[in-house]
């Protein structure tokens, strides 16, 4: 038993999606959350900007007294060093390996889409996981610039115009090249998973890292005796980095929740 919340970040909405996952597999778990609105998006800095915002984002969870780290955010999943995470005081997870595992066990033609921010497919890191567990798999990867800044704008609607524009161009080389599996590579493309879906047809398995991380944290509490057993709902609060009028509007919609009151302002800067 272990009432301390889970610490999880994201440059900006795109952990929401972790989040909800986390609330409905875990519901009685404490989350804390750490958006860095004033510095997204990551996905198209370098990797050395990465490392230096992802560092200052564990730090601030970490004085957050927090019982595991969750790096809900593909970018840094990518780009983060193995000694970093491995001097770590608690466990950390990004959603890379969970995403791959899944996409692994769904693929069927050995043929996995991949798309993510420029920063991610730069790492080949998706690819390289993936033929660790199927070395013959044909990987198709595209970077998708804008849908980041597309999504914190707030331009998520399915029949959204311009949304879908970018998307068909995005996603035309994954059609192209049949693959029967597509990892989201970026924790904010589920907010527009249901436009993606219709564009790469409905026979395509699209792996959500929200959905596959929040399995693979309830699995690793579970089997540390690290779970939450109280009978009372968690707390979740977030923090942003920037504006926390916009950041409650947005993910609250996305949370089907009212989250004012729960958002709080950090000074990234001072960690
Ligand atoms: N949601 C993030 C990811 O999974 C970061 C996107 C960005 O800031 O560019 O990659």
New binding site residues.
């Given amino acids: 038993m272990d009432k301390r919340p889970i610490g999880v970040f ?3 909405l ?2 929401i999606t972790a989040v909800r996952e986390l609330k409905k597999i875990m519901p009685n778990e404490n989350i804390i959350y750490f958006g860095d609105t004033s510095r ?5 800095r370098s990797k050395q900007t990465i490392r230096k915002y992802s560092a200052q984002d564990i730090n601030f969870l970490l004085q957050n007294d927090v019982k595991m780290l969750v790096a ?6 990518a780009n983060i060093q193995k000694e970093v995470v491995d001097k770590l005081p608690v466990h950390f997870t990004g ?1 890379l390996k969970p995403a791959v595992d899944a996409a692994c066990k769904a693929t069927k033609n050995k043929r996995i889409g991949i798309i ?2 420029p ?2 497919i730069k790492t080949r890191a998706y690819g390289k996981e993936i033929k660790k567990i199927i070395p013959d798999t044909e990987i198709i990867a595209n970077a998708c610039p804008m849908f ?1 800044p597309l999504i914190e704008n707030g331009y998520v609607d399915k029949d959204c115009q311009v949304t879908r524009i970018i998307a068909n161009e995005y996603l035309q080389p994954i059609i192209e090249q049949k693959v029967d599996t597509l990892i989201l ?4 493309y589920p907010i527009i998973k249901e436009m993606i879906q219709e564009i790469v047809s409905q026979d395509t398995t699209l792996i959500d ?1 929200g959905v596959e991380v929040a399995n693979y944290v309830k699995k690793y509490l579970t089997e540390n005796n690290m779970l939450n057993n109280s009978d009372k709902h968690g707390y979740c609060h977030f923090y942003v980095s920037d504006n926390i009028e916009s950041f409650e509007a947005h993910a609250g919609v996305f949370l089907d929740e009212n989250i004012s009151g729960d958002v709080d302002f950090v000074d990234i800067d001072k960690y």
């Fill in positions: 994201d440059s900006g795109g952990g997204v998006p990551y996905g198209t809900a955010c593909g970018t840094v999943s959603v993510a921010t920063a991610t980041v590579g970026c924790t904010h890292p």
